[in-house]
């Protein structure tokens, strides 16, 4: 009856180990991803698609731009990226936001649907 103890009190102990590291794995890797929000300036569906095609870099895993609200919600690894690095390519493609605005060239490239009122 001891025996069976022992192997009862090992055997717990084991699983219980294995458990607590397997949920400190995971914790860590949550702790690196971040979601933020940028106010993007557009008009349609166009936008919409080239936008959230523009900020995902490699680490982002969502990328979702409102036409009403103008807000893109951006998930990222911030490891691996940053919402500098987003909002640069945002702006790259035509598209002001918050922290960067686009430059004339990209902006007149722009389809005329998507032309909007620039931010100043």
């Given at each position: 009856?001891?025996?069976?103890?022992?192997?009862?009190?090992?055997?717990?102990?084991?699983?219980?180990?294995?458990?607590?590291?397997?949920?400190?794995?995971?914790?860590?890797?949550?702790?690196?991803?971040?979601?933020?929000?940028?106010?993007?300036s557009?008009?349609?569906?166009?936008?919409k698609?080239?936008?959230?095609?523009?900020?995902?870099?490699?680490?982002?895993?969502?990328?979702?731009?409102?036409?009403?609200?103008?807000?893109?919600?951006?998930?990222?690894?911030?490891?691996?990226?940053?919402?500098?690095?987003?909002?640069?390519?945002?702006?790259?493609?035509?598209?002001?936001?918050?922290?960067?605005k686009?430059?004339?060239?990209?902006y007149?490239?722009?389809?005329?649907?998507?032309?909007?009122?620039?931010?100043?």
């Amino acid at each position: 009856m001891k025996t069976v103890k022992i192997i009862m009190v090992v055997f717990l102990t084991t699983v219980l180990g294995f458990n607590s590291y397997a949920q400190m794995h995971n914790h860590s890797k949550m702790a690196s991803t971040k979601t933020e929000t940028l106010k993007v300036s557009g008009n349609c569906d166009m936008c919409k698609t080239r936008i959230e095609n523009a900020a995902k870099l490699d680490g982002v895993s969502k990328a979702e731009w409102d036409a009403k609200s103008n807000i893109l919600a951006v998930s990222f690894d911030s490891v691996k990226t940053n919402v500098d690095q987003i909002s640069k390519k945002v702006a790259a493609v035509g598209h002001d936001n918050s922290k960067v605005k686009a430059d004339d060239k990209a902006y007149s490239a722009l389809p005329g649907c998507c032309k909007y009122i620039r931010m100043k």
